[in-house]
């Protein structure tokens, strides 16, 4: 069965708190598989980069700074109906308003440090996905 790609960032709340084991345990118990992984330190450039379409929200300059503030976790996923699932299963992007036992709900504490990224359409799924991995890059 192949399914369709999603994109995620365990961020530096998640890392630092020591949920990286847990959140990925959830992420593949729910059948999610893991197609491209690696462990960084995004730079203020690649972050800036990343979340360039929030660059005119007041919060992009917190955002930028919260994202380098320590290592990440950053990974394509491969499920059926991937970046919908993907987005039900880590919650609202205020963990305060996310279902309880969604990934937000469980390991974030606000709207800024709220653990995870997940991919908003297929289409910037892809765009994310190469944007970290060479195998994902489209010519
Ligand atoms: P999403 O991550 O749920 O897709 P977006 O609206 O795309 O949410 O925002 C990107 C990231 O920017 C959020 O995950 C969060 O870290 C941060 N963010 C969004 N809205 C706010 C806000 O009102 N204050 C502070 N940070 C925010
Ligand atoms: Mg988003």
Known sequence: MS???TFTMIKPDAVKNGYTGKILDQIITNGFQIRGMKYLQLTE????EFYAIH??????????SFM??????????EKEN???DFRNLIG?????????G???????????ANAMHGSDSDENAAIEAAFFFSAFERY
């Open 3 to 5: 399914g369709k790609i």
């Open 102 to 112: 969604t990934i937000r709900n469980l390991y974030a504490k606000s709207i800024d």
């Open 55 to 64: 660059r005119e929200r007041p919060f992009f300059k917190d955002l930028v």
């Open 45 to 48: 450039e690649k972050a800036g």
């Open 92 to 100: 609202a992007t205020d963990p305060s308003k996310a279902e309880p």
């Open 68 to 77: 380098t503030s320590g290592p990440i976790v950053a990974a394509v996923l």
């Open 82 to 84: 991937a970046v919908a």
